[in-house]
């Protein structure tokens, strides 16, 4: 008989808190998950992995649901976390650009001096045609 601390996750959250379950050391993992989480999780993609205890690290079984219950007495495992695959049409792009494509998008826009503040009539003639060029959308790359 195992004695075995059982955890559902899907990504980072936590969808079934963690449970002691009891279940025979001959059965599979398709059937901890089964009696575990209650077959409300059926149609998802899942992989299973294991530790020793709550310091250590998590270890993929290989087999995924088809592994054996006997690893668990055989390693001397007693947790065991079901990772529920996202699927990826759930997955979007990341929406923000990286620095790159900005640096790109700014070199492709023309440039133009800074308007000048208005003191005399010239400083007003240099805006308007500043103002003139932007509507034009003229102006040098850089």
Request: glycine share 4%; net charge negative; with cysteine.
């Amino acid at each position: 008989m195992l004695y075995l601390v059982v955890i559902v996750t899907e990504g980072i959250k936590c969808v079934l808190p963690e449970r002691i379950i009891t279940i025979t050391e001959d059965d599979q993992f398709s059937k901890l998950y089964e009696i575990f989480t209650c077959e409300q999780f059926n149609n998802q993609s899942v992989e299973v992995y294991v530790r020793q205890n709550k310091v250590d690290k998590w270890v993929e079984v290989s087999d995924g649901l088809n592994g054996d219950l006997k690893i668990m007495e055989v390693l001397g495992y007693n947790h065991v976390k079901f990772s529920l695959i996202e699927s990826l049409r759930n997955i979007e792009p990341p929406s923000f650009s990286d620095a790159f494509d900005i640096m790109m998008r700014n070199a492709r826009q023309p440039k133009l001096p800074q308007l000048h503040t208005e003191h005399t009539r010239r400083d007003l003639l240099y805006n308007e045609i500043i103002e003139l060029l932007q509507n034009k959308k003229a102006g040098w790359r850089g």
